[in-house]
């Protein structure tokens, strides 16, 4: 649900990174954990700084991009595009030990109603075909440039279904589904995904409490080999997260054999627009969602945001809900931790046992 927040270069500087921790006798985890290299104000000199501290408590690497659609519809050749804008954060994360999945975003990540507000802005759709062919070019530049170990192709196709005119949603379904054929007819190692968003499926984004499910969008996404996932259960009426059900994401993918990614999501840590919360109520929310996670095949446990993002300074536009998502953190936006953050590390430091 979080989009684009503020868009760095990467530094060339050198970074240290740690491994798994805990001994043999020690509880494991089958999935890999981490975050995106968003850091908590757009300013270059805190990327390393967020990276540092993040990659201590991770074993992979979340690449969040939206399509840059201003760049490619200006006829910039999309593996320049990645090669310069993208690579060397991969190469980054992978010179430190990092598994790599990375997750495109064909729509506004902040109004999944909308399309992206730039191909808007060029008075564009992704209904065009011509748009779709663009896009299928940069799906072929990712995945045989940045070789990930996952690829979502859309994001909350649910909520986009949900929210959406027919037309983009339809545009959605045809433009993964012939990149899917594509990218597998390529020989591709990537394994491709697309997210649905949890709260959606389970019927209370929209105010109710009679569950959905994901079968349509397994149906219109045939490909997947894995189901990502976006949840904040705060947006949709939860106030303690120990009423979370056990079964919250595994009942969306039983009857199946698709693992889960668990692509973005959190729990705000403070009180705002009738939301009451505070850092224990995220710290809680840490640990239920690790009983969650135990109860569902899970390739991967991603926050977007390891920090706060510091808003200060910033224009948003008028009805902006990412203040919504800005309290998301581990940490703070001065790089504190939280009380959510030993939730995380006791989770971490369980060897991992594919």
């Not at 896009?135 to 990930?148: G, M, Q």
């Not at 433009?175 to 968003?197: C, F, P």
Request: proline share 7%; hydrophobic share 45%.
């Amino acid at each position: 649900m979080i989009r684009r927040c503020w868009t760095l270069g990467l530094s060339a500087a050198l970074l240290a990174g740690c491994g798994d921790a805990g001994g043999p006798s020690a509880p494991t985890r089958s999935f890999r954990m981490g975050f995106s290299a968003i850091p908590p104000a757009p300013d270059p000199a805190l990327l390393i700084p967020t990276m540092t501290l993040w990659m201590q408590r991770a074993d992979a690497g979340l690449v969040q991009l939206s399509i840059p659609w201003d760049v490619l519809l200006a006829d910039t050749a999309a593996a320049v595009e990645v090669r310069l804008a993208r690579l060397p954060l991969v190469d980054f994360f992978r010179a430190h030990g990092l598994k790599i999945f990375v997750a495109l975003d064909v729509t506004d990540g902040l109004n999944r109603a909308a399309e992206d507000p730039v191909l808007v802005s060029l008075g564009r759709s992704i209904t065009d075909t011509a748009v779709q062919r663009r896009y299928r070019e940069y799906v072929a530049a990712v995945d045989t440039i940045l070789h990930p170990d996952y690829l979502s192709l859309a994001a909350e196709t649910n909520l986009v279904r949900l929210t959406a005119p027919a037309p983009a949603y339809d545009a959605v379904v045809t433009m993964t589904n012939d990149a899917a054929r594509e990218t597998n007819a390529r020989g591709t190692t990537a394994r491709l995904l697309v997210s649905v968003q949890v709260e959606t499926a389970w019927g209370r984004l929209q105010g109710g409490t009679t569950y959905l499910g994901v079968a349509r969008d397994l149906a219109d996404f045939p490909f997947v080999e894995a189901l990502g996932l976006s949840s904040y259960p705060y947006l949709a009426g939860f106030t303690d997260p120990d009423s979370l059900p056990l079964d919250y994401y595994r009942r969306l993918v039983q009857g199946t054999t698709l693992p889960v990614v668990v692509l973005e999501g959190g729990w705000t840590s403070i009180s705002l627009n009738g939301i009451v919360s505070d850092p224990a109520k995220q710290a809680r929310y840490i640990r239920r969602h690790a009983e969650l996670v135990g109860q569902t095949p899970v390739a991967g446990l991603f926050q977007i945001t390891f920090t706060d993002l510091d808003l200060s300074g910033i224009t948003l536009p008028p009805g902006s809900i990412l203040p919504l998502f800005a309290h998301l953190g581990l940490v703070d936006s001065a790089l504190g931790p939280k009380p959510a953050l030993a939730g995380w590390d006791s989770v971490f430091e369980r060897s991992y046992r594919p």
